[in-house]
């Protein structure tokens, strides 16, 4: 059985979805790395005592890292039934996280809150495998 039928023609958008969250993955691991060099926080210490924009900058990081497996479980099942639905979600997930990060980046932990808006994507691919559960299930 060859993927490429099985799988619903659009869902190479889900795969660059996929492509951007590792961007963005990346972009808040090397900020991390920026900053224990800049704050001078060693491995494997996680928080700094000192410095509060080294762990606002690392909270960022570890928070997307906390929920991250959650949204790949429910992006993907979306997307095998609603690719471009759930890419769409899920781009708007993913772009939240960099304003969750550039908000949580001013030292001021409140400021996280301008990556907010990453519920609608979040909760959106949520609902998403909820039909496609219960059309699996015959319930519609």
């Not at 799988?7 to 660059?16: D, N, V």
């Not at 963005?24 to 000192?50: C, E, F, I, N, Q």
């Not at 690392?58 to 979306?78: C, D, G, K, M, P």
């Not at 772009?95 to 980046?105: D, L, N, P, V």
Request: charged share 10%; aromatic share 20%.
């Amino acid at each position: 059985m060859d993927i490429l039928t099985v799988l619903p023609s659009h869902f190479g958008y889900a795969i660059f979805t996929y492509l951007y969250s590792w961007i963005m993955l990346g972009y808040l691991a090397v900020k991390v790395g920026g900053a224990r060099k800049k704050y001078d926080v060693k491995y494997p210490t996680m928080y700094s005592d000192k410095e509060q924009v080294f762990n606002c900058i690392q909270r960022a990081h570890q928070n997307t890292l906390e929920v991250y497996s959650q949204w790949l479980v429910f992006q993907t099942i979306a997307a095998l039934v609603y690719p471009l639905s759930a890419s769409v979600l899920g781009a708007i997930w993913v772009t939240s996280r960099f304003s969750y990060a550039w908000g949580y980046y001013t030292g001021d932990p409140s400021k996280r809150m301008y990556g907010a808006y990453g519920y609608i994507g979040y909760f959106g691919v949520i609902f998403l495998s909820i039909s496609v559960a219960l059309q699996l299930l015959g319930v519609f």
